[in-house]
């Protein structure tokens, strides 16, 4: 099954040292507070993933969402060796419910497409989890393609309780007004950007949602438009891409959910990322240069973290369009 790809590095060996409540042996620390605290940059931070299967699952959702879902072995292997075949990043996912409410399970599962223009959503159903490897096995049969997006919020407090916090309240006001297209998920990675929203098909990854602006988030999103101010990365795309569409995005204002299409990337011999990046008829091939470095925290990145670690950003060097040359 495809990994979360963590965004931290190595980083001291022993929890740092600082003053009252922002240390990670404080009941008080927050993983999402002490990022916003510090400003920390969230674009190009998406995990990687061409493809989302999700699995419904009530919950309660253990640590490690698969392995602690109470699957058979059999279905476990299954869904393994799927999500490895096909690139895809595996979710639990349910609906939203008042706390201590048991959250109904109906046996649905969907597999998301988020590749630039591939993108689609099937969903299925099974009678019972032990059914999920043959449904698997014969996708189309077992599944419909639907045309309406799918809002994905984490809300896994068992594995960060910053998720827990910040997404509930998120992932109540937007199922309040779109019921049907809204699901609570597990982990998504980068715990610390809480509330973590995921917009599919196109696999747009925001960070730091708060209530008071998920539904215009979501109606811009039908409309064909994101803030790019808000965007994590998308999933398909390496970070290097993430980054580069980002900065593109801003330079150019452009909300396009299908713009700047990323047409090569490459690490030159003095370690500069060069990205190009389809800009359209009037711009041309946008050429998008990044330095990539490694910024220490001085607190952990998780709320259970036990050490402090370094955090990726990509540094814009330049931008530049040829409107002369050939976007393809």
């Given amino acids: 099954m495809t990994a979360d790809a963590g965004r931290s590095g190595a980083g001291p060996t022993t929890a740092p040292t600082g003053t009252e409540?922002?240390?990670?042996?404080?009941?008080r620390f927050h993983c999402s507070d002490a990022a916003r605290g510090r400003d920390d940059a969230f674009f190009a931070t998406a995990p990687p993933a061409r493809r989302w299967l999700l699995v419904e699952h009530g919950g309660p959702w253990g640590h490690q969402p698969l392995h602690d879902a109470g699957f058979a072995p059999e279905v476990l292997a299954a869904i393994d060796a799927f999500c490895r075949a096909r690139g895809a990043r595996f979710q639990l996912i349910r609906r939203t419910a008042a706390r201590g409410v048991v959250k109904e399970d109906h046996g649905r599962f969907a597999l998301v497409e988020t590749s630039e223009g591939q993108e689609s959503v099937r969903w299925g159903r099974v009678d019972d989890p032990a059914d999920l490897p043959a449904a698997l096995a014969d996708l189309e049969g077992?599944?419909?393609?639907?045309?309406?997006?799918?809002?994905?919020?984490?809300?896994?407090g068992r594995h960060d309780a910053c998720c827990a916090r910040r997404g509930r309240p998120v992932a109540a006001v937007l199922a309040a007004a779109h019921?049907?297209?809204?699901w609570e998920t597990t982990h998504t990675g980068g715990d610390r950007f809480a509330a973590n929203v995921v917009l599919l098909p196109h696999g747009f990854v925001l960070g730091q949602v708060p209530a008071t602006e998920v539904l215009e988030?979501?109606?811009?999103?039908?409309?064909?438009?994101?803030?790019?101010r808000q965007v994590r990365g998308r999933s398909s795309l390496a970070p290097?891409?993430?980054a580069a569409q980002h900065h593109a995005r801003l330079a150019f204002d452009e909300a396009d959910v299908d713009a700047f299409g990323p047409r090569g990337m490459v690490q030159r011999?003095?370690?500069?990322?060069?990205?190009?990046?389809?800009?359209?008829?009037?711009?041309?091939?946008?050429?998008?240069?990044?330095?990539e470095q490694w910024i220490s925290s001085p607190t952990p990145l998780t709320c259970s973290a036990l050490r402090a670690a370094s955090m990726r950003t990509f540094e814009l060097v330049s931008l530049s369009a040829d409107a002369g040359g050939a976007a393809t």
């Fill in 240 to 242: 290097p891409a993430q």
């Fill in 269 to 291: 011999d003095d370690g500069l990322w060069s990205v190009r990046l389809d800009g359209g008829a009037d711009r041309g091939i946008v050429t998008v240069v990044l330095r």
């Fill in 21 to 27: 409540g922002e240390g990670p042996g404080s009941a």
């Fill in 217 to 228: 988030i979501a109606a811009r999103y039908d409309k064909g438009e994101i803030d790019t």
């Fill in 179 to 182: 019921p049907t297209r809204t």
């Fill in 142 to 156: 077992c599944t419909q393609v639907s045309d309406e997006p799918v809002y994905l919020i984490c809300a896994h």
